[in-house]
């Protein structure tokens, strides 16, 4: 089955990568007897054999107006039994959270369970902090048949799942419809690809908005996914630790200079992901200078509300546009799991493991989707009226989730495992940019990315021991 | 000055051409008043700025500040931002904790270098001017240099995330060691030989006599303690961690800005709160900012 | 100290036992200045000395990403890998820059407001309180309503016409001039008290004298006001490198750790605490401190040669 559909991409595809066929899927099927064997043990009996009530703490980043939702799910949680009692340990946000852990594994103050970003999870398996949730799973007879296939398997390392999806978005377009409009484009038309994406942008700058491009490397690599394009080897880092880059390749440099091409023309705009400008895509809109963004699903409540205030506005939403409609890819996913301590006792683990579990519920997914705006990682959440309430009030939110619904299933649109993650994206955006700022061509602007991760992931590797 | 000149002018013609002199000198002086207070004004406009536009941006609705160009007077103040970044900003706590810390790093600060000045000025003993030097040496030292192991020192003994460690690794200062010297060594000599005289201890006479006549030195080096000690960053950045009952204001406000990041006014709001009690200890202790912060640039 | 050797004190011993009495009061002495030095000594000794001299011992050591894991044995390899990058490289002259942009700057606009704040007028007091003000304002605040202000969005420079691609704290040309200019702002307080104290120690009727003499007010700013003030620009010009190379607060708010780097803001302090807390590399932040120390201590060895040499003392 797999070599088929490798056989109809290639001959499907206008693109020469070789590395599609290097794609290999046997990694990303059950958990090999061997992994199954040498993982540590979670012992969900030991919360029957505690005595008294178990506290668990849980570093969480949500932010202020997810956190009321996370609240009354966690009460509802504490109240509906006596064994365990979960404490929501708020942070400023995902880097926080991940600098914490870092310092607790030397001055001891760690949490039961943590929501870590999707960039930490190699760095969660060589640290060895955590507990990967397989064993959890093993030991209480989990399934996930239920899952969103890319969801899942985002957080799934040769075989074993680490962790289970929780706060899961993807990027999506966030457009201006009266801008449009004004722009000659058809308001219910957003861009479905790359090179439509090009043209209204050109049409809205023309018109007097144009494009907000936030600098994300996340972005980057959803391009990349898109059209099923690995970013790093060994399978995105799933099925070995990766060594590295994968993407110095002709869809690489088509990402490439498809955005060089929209922002020298003076069509888009840039701003940074983080720092105080990290809306301003999105407060542009409001305020005339962009007609159009692309911006993660988990803003969409935010930006309705905050784009309301302005007249001038009325807000229209669609799907990642793709690199190459031609390419058969998948929208990878982003965002935050949850992990159960390595170091706490086996009592505490198996309480993190029920709240995991619970939050983890087809309808705890389902209220907490629909008060946060993430994706509903579980396809009979979706049935819930209270998802359908939300969907039928506004179908906008349906755009995140069919997206990461729909599409290929492959290492190459499940999003990789990299333990310098952080540096990585860093030397990715430091590439993207000096294309804008310094005129770097688009081919030895992916080659200098490449050449840098390659360093970086080496060095890590080396620093590691395992190089 | 101008009587005079008249009164030993001889001739009406040399008293008139002084006359339009002296009026011409009045115009210039004039002029060059109303230039000065110009050029003062600007001066001060110029540094109230940033903080006049804080003030007027945290009074914004968030429809307001994205506004282009931006509003300089705030028509409709939202005075709900203040008690927002008071309430989920938890300023007073913080607030709170700074001047726990400040105050136990000032009085540590004072204590251990009146101490070590009185020794190193009145007291006689082997390799005083040893360890002198070394105290001194302390100043080419820059607190980052140290920050790795202070770091690790710190969370072995058990001091992360408490005003302990906070607080600790300051409370000796090398610097306020030589001020405190320098103004201890100038009390006059006679004055120490009399106090012996009348039989004052060295304890008697430090706390009775030399530390009052020092007090301008020692107010220079208060001052100086506060506003380092109110004003770091690093130091609680890496060594505190999730406890609002330890964290200080300027590590609040960074958080306050992270989750309040799509409400300026907000942020803002908690700059000013946190700023206001630095400008009415400014108000209170001019006299005493200045020489502190300017001990040992006259000569 | 001076013995007390009077009469009717009531507590001399004969002669003899004097020279004991001497010599143990000279040990009571002793022991009471060790007392006194002690508690300042002893967080020195475990603050100040112990942490400058460990680094060099955890410069011969390579860390592993995570903390809780071991570190190896490398010897000066860490050393020569650290110091030849260009991370490094780029860092240094970050720093240098970022000097070189403030505390000129802050002196010189220091110096004027001295100037103009330095007259008798009416209600001047109000001046000289608003143009010391910034002194009290801390880093987090300043930060913060700069970063506002500097907003390509909601700030006030598109108004202005300025609206560089990308926007200035993201921009390697501008993010570092930009922090600077927010420094400046906030050193100003502090270079406004140092030169107004400095201004204050010119006596007035020498300028008095040489302007009767016939010195325009240029002439007599130059000649003797300059001069004078050396000592005073010299303290500023060590207060002003030290500020400036403690520069934390404000990187770190108005940049963070996963742009400084890329946008050339990447001084050596904040290079330090990223190597330390963000990369868990004590190692590298072992090097770093260590160049430091060495920077440190060639600036104040160089101002106190040549910057004193130039200073004119007026006794």
């Known amino acids: 089955m797999a070599t088929t559909r490798c056989m109809r991409l290639l001959v499907s595809g206008a693109l020469t990568a070789s590395s599609l066929a290097a794609v290999s899927f046997g990694s990303l099927g059950g958990a090999s007897a061997a992994a199954a064997a040498s993982l540590p043990k979670c012992s969900v009996s030991a919360l029957g054999k505690a005595t008294g009530v178990v506290d668990v703490d849980f570093w969480e980043s949500a932010s202020q107006a997810n956190q009321t939702t996370l609240q009354a799910l966690t009460n509802t949680f504490n109240s509906s039994q006596s064994k365990v009692h979960v404490n929501l340990v708020q942070q400023a946000g995902y880097d926080d959270t991940w600098n914490k852990v870092q310092a607790g594994l030397t001055n001891g103050q760690l949490p039961d369970i943590a929501q870590l970003e999707d960039q930490r999870t190699q760095g969660v398996i060589d640290s060895g902090a955590f507990l990967p949730v397989q064993s959890c799973m093993n030991a209480s007879k989990y399934s996930t048949s239920d899952f969103l296939t890319r969801p899942l398997n985002y957080w799934k390392v040769n075989g074993v799942q680490w962790a289970l999806p929780f706060a899961v978005s993807a990027p999506i377009v966030f457009y201006n419809k009266l801008a449009f409009t004004k722009a000659g484009l058809n308001p219910n038309n957003p861009p479905l690809d790359m090179s439509a994406l090009l043209l209204d942008a050109k049409a809205l700058k023309a018109s007097g908005s144009g494009m907000g491009l936030v600098l994300d490397p996340w972005h980057l690599e959803t391009w990349l996914a898109s059209a099923n394009q690995l970013f790093v080897n060994n399978s995105n880092g799933r099925s070995a630790r990766a060594t590295k880059g994968s993407f110095n390749t002709s869809i690489g440099v088509q990402i490439f200079s498809d955005l060089k091409e929209l922002v020298t023309s003076g069509d888009a705009t840039t701003n940074s992901s983080t720092g105080p400008d990290e809306f301003d895509n999105l407060l542009g809109i409001g305020s005339g200078k962009y007609g159009m963004t692309i911006e993660t699903s988990a803003a969409l409540g935010t930006v309705t509300t905050l784009l309301s205030q302005y007249p001038n506005v009325q807000l229209g939403v669609g799907p990642f546009p793709v690199l190459n409609p031609n390419i058969r890819g998948g929208i990878e996913p982003g965002g935050s799991a949850l992990y159960i301590s390595a170091k706490s006792s086996p009592a505490k683990q198996a309480a993190a493991w029920e709240y995991d579990e619970f939050l983890e519920s087809s309808s705890s997914v389902a209220t907490w989707a629909a008060g946060t705006g993430y994706i509903p990682t579980r396809k009979s959440s979706t049935q819930t009226a209270i998802i359908q309430r939300l969907w039928q009030s506004d179908p906008y939110y349906k755009v995140a989730y069919n997206q990461m619904l729909n599409g290929l299933n492959s290492p190459g649109t499940s999003g990789s495992v990299i333990g310098p993650y952080a540096d990585v994206r860093a030397a990715l955006l430091a590439a993207e940019q000096s294309m804008y700022l310094s005129n770097v061509s688009p081919k030895a602007a992916v080659s200098s990315a490449e050449s840098n991760v390659n360093n970086i992931i080496s060095q890590y590797n080396q620093r590691l021991g395992v190089s | 000055m101008h009587a005079d000149a008249t009164a030993l002018a001889p001739t009406s013609r040399h008293s008139a051409a002084t006359e339009a002199a002296s009026r011409r000198d009045r115009r210039h002086r004039r002029i060059r008043k109303v230039i000065s207070y110009l050029l003062l004004s600007v001066g001060a406009v110029v540094i109230l700025f940033p903080i006049y536009i804080a003030i007027v941006n945290s009074l914004l609705a968030p429809s307001q500040i994205a506004h282009q160009p931006p509003p300089f007077f705030p028509t409709h103040p939202m005075w709900s931002t203040y008690p927002t970044a008071w309430n989920e900003g938890h300023l007073g706590l913080y607030l709170r904790n700074s001047a726990i810390m400040t105050a136990i790093i000032v009085v540590g600060q004072v204590v251990t270098a009146i101490l070590a000045a009185y020794a190193f000025a009145f007291l006689s003993f082997p390799f005083r001017k040893t360890l002198f030097i070394v105290f001194l040496s302390t100043l080419m030292i820059p607190f980052e240099v140290t920050l790795i192991t202070n770091l690790d020192t710190v969370t072995r003994l058990g001091w992360y995330n408490t005003f302990q460690g906070l607080t600790v690794p300051f409370l000796a200062t090398g610097f306020g060691t030589f001020l405190l010297r320098q103004s201890f060594l100038q009390i006059p000599k006679d004055l120490s030989e009399a106090a012996t005289l009348d039989g004052y201890g060295h304890w008697r006479f430090m706390t009775r006599v030399a530390v009052p006549l020092a007090r301008p030195a020692v107010a220079a080096v208060a001052v100086f303690s506060f506003l380092a000690s109110w004003n770091n960053y690093l130091w609680p950045l890496v060594v505190t961690g999730d406890n609002n009952n330890v964290r200080t204001v300027q590590i609040g406000l960074k958080l306050l800005a992270n989750t309040e990041v799509q409400n300026i006014n907000v942020t803002l709001a908690g700059t000013i709160i946190a700023i206001v009690p630095l400008v009415i200890l400014l108000l209170v202790f001019q006299k005493q900012l200045v020489r502190g912060l300017t001990a040992g640039a006259v000569k | ?315």
């Open chain 3, 1 to 315: 100290m001076t013995v007390a050797v009077s009469a009717g004190a009531g507590r001399e011993a004969p002669a003899a036992p004097r020279h004991r009495s001497l010599r143990s009061r000279k040990k009571r002495e002793a022991a009471l200045a060790y007392l006194f030095i002690l508690p300042a000594l002893l967080i020195f000794s475990v603050f100040v000395f112990y942490p400058f001299l460990r680094n060099f011992k955890l410069a011969l050591y390579e860390n592993p990403p995570y903390p809780n894991l071991p570190s190896h044995y490398v010897g000066l390899h860490q050393a020569a890998t650290v110091l030849s990058s260009s991370a490094f490289l780029q860092s240094l002259l970050s720093t240098v820059l970022f000097v070189l942009m403030v505390v000129p700057t802050g002196l010189f606009l220091g110096l004027a407001l001295a100037v103009a704040a330095h007259r008798k007028l009416q209600g001047i007091a109000i001046y000289r309180v608003i143009f010391s003000s910034t002194v009290v304002s801390s880093v987090a605040v300043a930060a913060l309503v700069f970063g506002t202000l500097m907003n390509p969005v909601v700030g006030l420079l598109p108004w202005l016409g300025i609206n560089p691609t990308p926007s200035i704290l993201q921009n390697p040309t501008w993010a570092l001039p930009a922090v600077a200019l927010m420094t400046v702002w906030q050193f100003l307080g502090l270079s406004f008290i140092i030169m107004s104290a400095g201004l204050q120690s010119v006596p007035d009727d020498l300028l008095e004298a040489a302007r009767i003499d016939g010195a325009s007010a240029w002439t007599r700013f130059w000649r003797i006001t300059v001069p004078m003030l050396s000592p005073t620009l010299f303290f500023g010009v060590v207060v002003g490198t030290i500020y400036a190379f403690q520069s934390f607060g404000q990187i770190d708010i108005l940049i963070g750790p996963s742009n400084a780097a890329g946008v050339h803001a990447n001084v050596l302090i904040y290079y330090i605490y990223e190597s330390l807390q963000i990369d868990n590399n004590a190692g590298q932040a072992a090097v770093l401190s260590i160049v430091l120390f060495v920077i440190t201590l060639s600036l104040t060895l160089v101002q106190m040669r040549y910057l004193e040499r130039r200073v004119t003392y007026a006794r």
